[in-house]
């Protein structure tokens, strides 16, 4: 149980377009959602905490209008990066945590690794 | 906000031995400490995790103490194997639910 997809698994793009990224979660609804973004040997850093029916939080120095988050249902969040340059390119990975478990709980997609050329 | 520092960065210890990595956080209010192991081009994958009303919890050959008063936890493994080799993080937590990570600890099993 707990399981948390993501799609694309990787993309590559030119530089200046959009790139949507799709987070579900499989067996269990998620009223929470997070995004988080990880540079090649580095920690995650969240980028935003993505609630169903509601607009996302983002974090200090993210730009909301760059990283563009929808939570549309209990089962799926989406991540557009618009107008993607070169230091866009990340793992981005999402997590969810189940409706019915502890506040903290949370369970990680397989990330998305973005290249934009 | 919340700080995790983890240590160490590397890890290298031969098949069978124990390891040990131990992370500090700053936020008193942090009551949910998770380990994550992340393989390589992969997302984290939950392996233990500690609340704060609990000092110790142990899952077979992985353990992790907390010890609320010095805000500091630890993750033990024994008996390591190769197939333990990943990067592992900490992660502290309040109720909200944002989790900070610590900057994670390459571990390498030798066999």
């Known amino acids: 149980g707990a399981v948390v997809s993501q799609h694309p698994s990787w993309v590559i793009c030119k530089s200046g377009t959009s790139v949507k990224i799709e987070c579900r979660s499989l067996d269990f609804q998620a009223t929470t959602m997070f995004w988080y973004r990880q540079f090649p040997k580095q920690s995650l850093m969240l980028m935003a905490t993505s609630n169903e029916g509601s607009k996302a939080t983002y974090e200090q120095g993210v730009e909301k209008d760059k990283f563009l988050i929808n939570h549309a249902s209990l089962t799926l969040s989406t991540l557009t990066v618009t107008s993607a340059h070169p230091e866009d390119s990340s793992f981005y990975i999402c997590?969810?945590?189940?409706?019915?478990?502890?506040?903290?709980?949370?369970?990680f997609g397989p990330g998305t690794r973005l290249t934009v050329l | 906000g919340e700080n995790v520092e983890q240590h160490p960065s590397t890890l290298s210890v031969q098949e069978g031995d124990s390891a040990v990595i131990k992370c500090t956080y700053s936020?008193?209010?942090?009551?949910?400490f998770p380990w994550y192991k992340q393989e390589l081009g992969k997302g984290p994958q939950l392996i233990i995790d500690?609340?704060?009303?609990?000092g110790e919890k142990k899952d077979q050959r992985i353990a992790v103490t907390l010890n609320k008063t010095a805000k500091h936890f630890s993750l033990h493994i024994t008996e390591t194997q190769p197939e333990d080799s990943a990067v592992y993080f900490c992660a502290a937590s309040t109720s909200y639910g944002k989790l900070t990570f610590g900057q994670g600890t390459i571990l390498t099993v030798h066999p």
């Open positions: 500690i609340r704060s009303n609990v």
């Open positions: 936020d008193s209010a942090s009551n949910y």
């Open positions: 997590s969810a945590c189940p409706t019915s478990g502890g506040a903290s709980e949370q369970f």
